[in-house]
């Protein structure tokens, strides 16, 4: 379970990247359209609505490694108080409900892209995006975020089942801020960070 884990979330960091590098690319194709607008009097069209598509894909395939980053935002005022066991169910039943909520919202998700494929649905844009492409991409990265947010839940079970109740909360427990002073001084001295 540990290997498929970590593949995952090798996989989830390749996307994060690609997330990065398409914002990356969208920023630049809106600055060249504002200087051409600006300076010129001229646009090359589109921009706006490509850019809305990249961030809408780099949010969805950017959601996993935000998840095993321990990025994603849950309350702590009562879950540092409360004892090991009241801990486990929390996370247990925030990873549940994140699960629930993403199965919906690929479910809807789905027929979304099903309707854009079968009526043969185009942005309406110069551009005319067919926009199966755009929302396939979307979905794609809904599935993968759901299929970590399940790989994670199951970790974490088949962790406390083992009484390995350390390694259940470093995958599915909130960061505490002593695991994020430890991080931080692990990057610094990384031999990445020293160069």
């Given at each position: 379970?540990?290997?498929?884990?970590?593949?995952?979330e090798?996989?989830?960091?390749?996307?994060?990247?690609?997330?990065?590098?398409?914002?990356?690319?969208?920023?630049?194709?809106?600055?060249?359209?504002?200087?051409?607008?600006?300076?010129?009097?001229?646009?090359?069209g589109?921009?706006?609505?490509?850019?809305?598509?990249?961030?809408?894909?780099?949010?969805t395939?950017?959601?996993?490694?935000?998840?095993?980053?321990?990025?994603?935002?849950?309350?702590?005022?009562?879950?540092?108080?409360?004892?090991?066991?009241?801990?486990?169910?929390?996370?247990?039943?925030?990873?549940?409900?994140?699960?629930?909520?993403?199965?919906?919202l690929?479910?809807?998700?789905?027929?979304?892209?099903?309707?854009?494929?079968?009526?043969?649905s185009?942005?309406?844009?110069p551009?005319?995006?067919?926009?199966?492409?755009?929302?396939?991409?979307?979905?794609?990265?809904?599935?993968?975020?759901?299929?970590?947010?399940?790989?994670i839940?199951?970790?974490?079970?088949?962790?406390?089942?083992?009484?390995?109740?350390h390694?259940?909360?470093?995958?599915?427990?909130?960061?505490?801020?002593d695991?994020?002073?430890?991080?931080?001084?692990?990057?610094?001295?990384?031999?990445?960070?020293?160069?």
């Open positions: 379970m540990s290997g498929l884990l970590h593949k995952t090798k996989i989830s960091q390749v996307a994060a990247w690609g997330s990065g590098l398409l914002l990356f690319l969208a920023a630049i194709m809106i600055a060249v359209e504002v200087i051409l607008r600006k300076a010129f009097a001229y646009s090359i589109g921009a706006d609505e490509l850019s809305s598509y990249a961030l809408a894909i780099s949010c395939w950017g959601f996993s490694y935000a998840l095993f980053r321990k990025s994603h935002i849950r309350i702590d005022v009562l879950y540092s108080r409360l004892p090991s066991a009241g801990r486990y169910m929390l996370d247990l039943i925030a990873h549940l409900l994140l699960g629930t909520y993403i199965v919906v690929c479910y809807f998700g789905y027929f979304v892209v099903k309707t854009s494929v079968v009526k043969h185009a942005a309406n844009t551009l005319a995006t067919p926009l199966w492409i755009p929302q396939s991409l979307w979905l794609i990265g809904l599935l993968w975020f759901g299929f970590c947010v399940a790989m839940l199951g970790g974490t079970i088949v962790h406390r089942m083992q009484n390995n109740h390694k259940a909360s470093r995958l599915s427990g909130i960061s505490t801020l695991d994020e002073i430890q991080e931080t001084a692990e990057i610094s001295k990384s031999p990445e960070a020293a160069s």
